[in-house]
């Protein structure tokens, strides 16, 4: 079960990397600020939704099962799932912010891909694929970015597994 659980958030991660990665790519082109504006809430949003929705329904899920076994869901497996939904994210910052102080390589392109729902947001904050171009202030404005998977995901699961938000009566 613990391994599933990762293995089916990374899997939701991935393809919502992928879908948003297309967006991004195609809308990336247009220099215009209002474009970029536009296409970072349509990624950030299909990340936090395909997300939520997976919240949702392993949440449900978990109900489900302590109904038939009678046995308590383990909020430590879901919280390592969430955290494990950041950690692609936390692992490319720290290698940017490495190659933005003074690494030997030039990271910041790589890490626009990593994060493919924040791409156009990067883009906004410094429109250079380099690493160079960016300041540590930059850098540490992206932080808060890479805590969005795992804010996400945990929010929506116990907020729904305590019944507050898709309680099961709802059924979405």
Not at 10 to 27: D, N, P, R, S, V
Not at 116 to 137: E, K
Request: proline letters at 3%.
């Amino acid at each position: 079960n613990f391994y599933m659980k990762i293995i089916k958030a990374l899997g939701i991660y991935a393809a919502a990397e992928i879908f948003c990665l297309f967006i991004g790519l195609t809308l990336a082109g247009s220099s215009s600020p209002a474009m970029r504006v536009i296409c970072s809430i349509c990624t950030v949003g299909i990340l936090v939704v395909l997300l939520a929705n997976f919240a949702v329904k392993e949440a449900h899920s978990d109900l489900k099962q302590e109904r038939i076994s009678g046995e308590k869901a383990s909020h430590a497996i879901t919280a390592v799932s969430g955290i494990t939904l950041s950690l692609p994210a936390i692992i490319s910052w720290v290698l940017l912010m490495t190659s933005v102080s003074g690494g030997k390589f030039d990271f910041y392109r790589w890490y626009k891909l990593i994060n493919a729902p924040f791409l156009q947001v990067c883009n906004l904050i410094n429109a250079n694929a380099s690493s160079t171009a960016l300041s540590m202030a930059q850098v540490y404005i992206m932080l808060p970015m890479v805590f969005v998977p795992a804010v996400t995901y945990l929010a929506v699961y116990f907020l729904t597994y305590r019944g507050i938000i898709f309680s099961e009566k709802e059924k979405i």
